[in-house]
């Protein structure tokens, strides 16, 4: 009996020890579905199943990558893009925070503006952009006014329900204690409402990328949505894969980011 | 009844209650009164004023022909109480019979009810309800915050947390209720009794008037229940605080409280008021507490 529970608890403590490095490694597998992929992609180039004018092989595609970053052409698409999703994300979050918090706090506020914002948000992204062209011409602000309508609405509609839902006993423990209105925000609604923000901020910022290749496509001389149509007119599949790949990794590096910001954050 | 520990608590409990009567044999005055239809009230009648109230006639708690309505449900109904300065009155009575629902009235959470609530003198509605404390069933710590940063919640209005005498302060009363070490802890690390004690120090760091207390010893092993009411004991003789706790623990009301309080039916109306009159520091066997307990065990109708 003794000897069999002793066993046990070295073959739990045996696997507790070997799970945490094999775990480690987990994420790995998940490089073996794109990899399998970009082998099979280069086969069916090679092969010919496709022609090299509607799809590149991949190297080539890395090659013409990098052949726009050695001319230095590269990275004023790159830093011109990055720029627009930062000033539009940061834009599209200050009013989210600000109308967020309004609706969250006010329920007059939400009674007057929540109904308005839910329906402007079910509009399409291209739907803006020909209005926007209309009111601001085809300047920067345009494009970053695009992008913040984009990043706006998760913003918005996250904090506000976050700070809503703010446990009702966590309020009245502000209440009795007597914190204040300014106490209670900053001590009780505002950290109960982070994960929300910061579930909205991830959100954001995945349509500021949504919406820049939108303001890029149709009204813009430089960016990576520029390359993309570019490779269009020019008819060169492999900057236009090479662009997808772009936005792919700038996308997600910024995912992680704010991921990560969030992680720390709520995880405290 | 437990004889568990019972020798340790009751060294505490002599230096506990030292203080806590003044004089008079009968304990800390026994002028809490359930002012109602008289149904059990036993002996006592409403005596003077508590030790140190002076000369004012109003009773720190002052409950009159109090309704309280939850849609169709009828919470409480008719219920009179009042509490006398530096008061300890337990109320005792089945689940659902609205010992929670007078607790949040008092502390001016509860914003529709018929009848009269007032704390000092004023209305709980018109800010009588500032300087009163509740300890909540449950412990409703702020998740994102460490043990030091809950129990500084309670600290007073005006009181800075980061100030040296304020953190001490903090400091003391998570040691007092047992919790030292785990200042840095955040809640969800801690057990629920633990918890429990984290919400009880936040509510002593108030240092209210009145104190309200929804069973905050009900998640407790039964030492460190008794060493919490041990302290709980320390700090009302040591502060001259009216307490009020809801409690569904015979033995608890009984060994705490001047004067018991019984609600019951449905809507919750008081049923009985014992009163307690053992002496002070009691001893948990004491005759006078088991007859106490009898007749609020009675009156519970079990």
């Known amino acids: 009996m003794a000897t069999t529970r002793e066993t046990e608890r070295t073959g739990i403590e045996a696997a507790a020890g070997v799970l945490p490095d094999a775990d480690r490694f987990r994420w790995l597998l998940g490089l073996v579905v794109p990899a399998a992929i970009v082998v099979a992609w280069h086969l069916l180039v090679a092969t010919g199943v496709f022609a090299a004018h509607q799809l590149p092989a991949p190297l080539r595609v890395v090659e013409t990558l990098y052949g726009l970053g050695a001319s230095g052409e590269l990275w004023g698409h790159v830093a011109i893009t990055v720029q627009r999703v930062f000033l539009g994300a940061l834009l599209g979050t200050s009013v989210g925070v600000l109308l967020g918090t309004l609706t969250g706090l006010y329920g007059l506020a939400d009674d007057l503006l929540d109904p308005l914002l839910q329906s402007l948000k079910n509009i399409p992204s291209l739907a803006w952009v020909p209005l926007f062209l209309l009111w601001f011409g085809i300047g920067e602000g345009a494009k970053v006014l695009l992008i913040a309508v984009g990043a706006f609405f998760p913003v918005y509609l996250n904090l506000s329900t976050g700070i809503g839902n703010v446990s009702e006993e966590l309020l009245e423990v502000a209440e009795v204690y007597e914190l204040g209105r300014f106490e209670s925000l900053r001590r009780v609604v505002f950290p109960a409402a982070v994960p929300s923000l910061l579930v909205g901020i991830r959100g954001g910022v995945g349509l500021a990328w949504m919406f820049v290749v939108a303001a890029e496509l149709i009204a813009a001389s430089e960016g990576i949505g520029f390359l993309l149509s570019d490779g269009r007119v020019l008819a060169r599949p492999d900057i236009i894969v090479g662009s997808i790949l772009l936005f792919a990794f700038f996308g997600n590096l910024s995912d992680l980011a704010v991921k990560e910001v969030k992680n720390r954050v709520v995880a405290r | ?302």
């Open chain 2, 1 to 302: 009844m437990s004889s568990l520990g019972e020798g340790a608590l009751a060294d505490e409990e002599v230096e506990t209650a030292g203080d806590a009567t003044d004089g008079g044999e009968g304990g800390p005055d026994g002028d809490a009164r359930g002012v109602d239809d008289g149904a059990g009230s036993t002996d006592g009648d409403a005596s003077e004023p508590g030790r140190d109230s002076g000369p004012t006639a109003d009773p720190t708690l002052a409950v009159r022909g109090l309704a309280v309505r939850y849609g169709e449900t009828v919470a409480l109904d008719g219920v009179d109480l009042a509490v006398g300065h530096g008061e300890f009155v337990a109320v005792v009575g089945p689940s659902g019979c609205g010992k929670s629902t007078l607790l949040r009235v008092l502390s001016g959470l509860e914003e529709g009810f018929e009848g009269d609530a007032a704390v000092d003198g004023t209305d709980v509605r018109e800010g009588g309800s500032d300087d009163v404390g509740m300890v909540f069933q449950e412990p409703r710590l702020l998740p994102w915050d460490d043990v030091r940063g809950n129990v500084a919640v309670g600290l007073p209005v005006g009181v800075d947390r980061d100030d040296p005498a304020a953190r001490d302060r903090v400091d003391d009363l998570i040691e007092t209720v047992g919790l030292d070490g785990f200042a840095e802890s955040r809640p969800g690390e801690l057990s629920g009794g633990m918890a429990q004690r984290v919400a009880l120090a936040r509510g002593l760091a108030y240092d209210p008037a009145v104190l309200l207390l929804d069973e905050p010893f009900s998640a407790l092993d039964r030492l460190t229940k008794h060493e919490q009411q041990d302290h709980l004991l320390d700090v009302w003789a040591d502060r001259g605080t009216t307490v009020a706790l809801v409690t569904h623990d015979v033995e608890e009301a009984a060994y705490l409280a001047d004067c018991v309080v019984v609600l019951g039916g449905q809507p919750g109306t008081v049923e009985a008021v014992v009163d307690v009159d053992a002496d002070r520091p009691r001893d948990r066997t004491d005759e006078e507490l088991l007859a106490a307990r009898r007749e609020i065990t009675d009156a519970l109708g079990l």
